[in-house]
């Protein structure tokens, strides 16, 4: 039963991950370390889906 919830939870993960990848820069083309990033809808009144 153990082997089976861990191996489900790994699947699970796999599964829905989305991974992103870039370089955040400033106005002159520098790369910004440590930057964060948010993500907000293209429509005000939009919500993000989870």
Do not use: C, H, R
């Not at 919830?5 to 993960?13: M, N, V, Y």
């Not at 991950?17 to 429509?43: C, F, R, W, Y």
């Amino acid at each position: 039963m153990k082997i089976t919830s861990i191996f489900f939870l790994l699947i699970t993960k796999f599964i829905f991950s989305q991974s992103l990848s870039g370089t955040v820069s400033d106005t002159l083309n520098n790369p910004l370390e440590n930057a964060n990033v948010i993500a907000k809808p293209l429509q005000e009144k939009a919500n993000l889906k989870s």
